[in-house]
């Protein structure tokens, strides 16, 4: 897929920004480079992000291993046209933070590897099924969007 010129500044938000919404943030550069600013943060942020969230986004190319969990306050003065909320949890926080910046909002459903039980093959591969999930649903958005 080339690049799409622009898109939409967009805040990606779900329960921890450990997981979920930093693959959003990164995959979302990912396919419109520099050109589209994107961020994210978590409700209740980690201190750091998960260990196979950083390997599986490394598989593709993408280093996330010094990446920051963040807060609601952290990204208020990012800009923001869309809110993209990644967990049922977050919702309520999400909308309200889509309001209070007279952004679009839309809630993406990608289940929560960190839940997935099992062996760390088990594991892993949940991890890149959200990955890829993200991903397939960030092509879709863009085509959709293209001008």
């Known amino acids: 897929m080339s ?4 898109g939409p500044a967009v805040v990606f938000v779900c329960g921890r920004n450990s997981v979920r919404s930093p693959m959003a943030e990164a ?4 396919t419109y480079g520099e050109v589209t600013p994107s961020s994210s943060f978590g409700v209740h942020p980690a201190g750091y992000p998960d260990g196979f969230m950083v390997n599986v986004m490394n598989e593709i ?3 996330l291993s010094r990446f920051d969990c963040r807060t609601a306050d952290d990204v208020a003065d ?3 046209d869309l809110v993209v909320c990644l967990a049922a949890e977050a919702e309520p926080a999400a909308r309200e933070f889509a309001d209070s910046r007279g952004a679009r909002y839309e809630r993406w459903q990608v289940s929560d ?9 088990e594991r892993l591969e ?7 999930a993200i991903a397939a649903r960030i092509e879709r958005f863009a085509r959709e969007h293209a001008s």
């Open 3 to 6: 690049t799409p010129a622009a």
């Open 113 to 121: 590897p960190a839940m997935q039980d099992g062996h760390h093959g």
């Open 78 to 80: 990012e800009p923001c």
């Open 61 to 63: 190319g993408v280093d």
């Open 27 to 30: 995959l979302w550069k990912k």
């Open 126 to 132: 949940a991890f890149r099924i959200s990955r890829d």
